[in-house]
Every structure is written in structure tokens, then in C-alpha cells.
């Protein structure tokens, strides 16, 4: 089977660290709705909200997919990364 790549999306976006619980409820709500329509190929794994930034997990099986999903959703995408490996403190381990 093969494994979808994994992004890490970097949003800028000016004080977004400020934002209510309603608008950061609206705003996951429009990335549901364009994931919803762009198919199941794209998943959202989880975001990290900063004071400026919001920094974005997804699996899709490209960039262009993920950048497609910020032009529909009308988010920012600054910088997509292609995660290329994961470690951990247990990678200290082996």
C-alpha cells in the first residue's frame, strides 16, 4: 500500500493568536468544506495556532493538492514542506 506524503503547511497570517473560539471555529468549518469537495486523497491531521502563524498538518498525495486547498479555501499557504521523516524522543532509543 502505498503511503501518502505528509505537509507541513506554514500559514501567515496577522494575529491570528488572538482570534476567538467562533472564528477559529468558522474558519476549520470552510477547511472542512473545501476538503469535503477536493475528495478524501487530502486530509487535515491538525494545525498549531501561534501568534502569527498557524502551522498545518496534512496528508495529500502533493503539494499542488495542498495549495489547492488554500486557493479554495481562501487561507495563506507561505511555505508547504514535504515531511520526509518523523522522530521522536524514542528515535534516542534505537
Known sequence: RLVMPK????????????LSKADLHAISQKSCGV???????????ESFVTGDKI????????EEMV????????FPANRVSEVKTMIDPTTAEG
Not at 55 to 62: D, Q
Not at 67 to 74: F, L, M, S, T, W
Open 7 to 18: 505537509y507541513v503547511i506554514e500559514r501567515e497570517i496577522a494575529g491570528v493568536g488572538n
Open 67 to 74: 495549495r489547492e486547498h488554500a486557493r479554495q479555501g481562501g
Open 55 to 62: 502551522y498545518c498538518v496534512y496528508i495529500a498525495p502533493n
Open 35 to 45: 476538503l469535503e469537495k477536493l475528495g478524501p486523497q487530502i486530509q487535515w491531521i
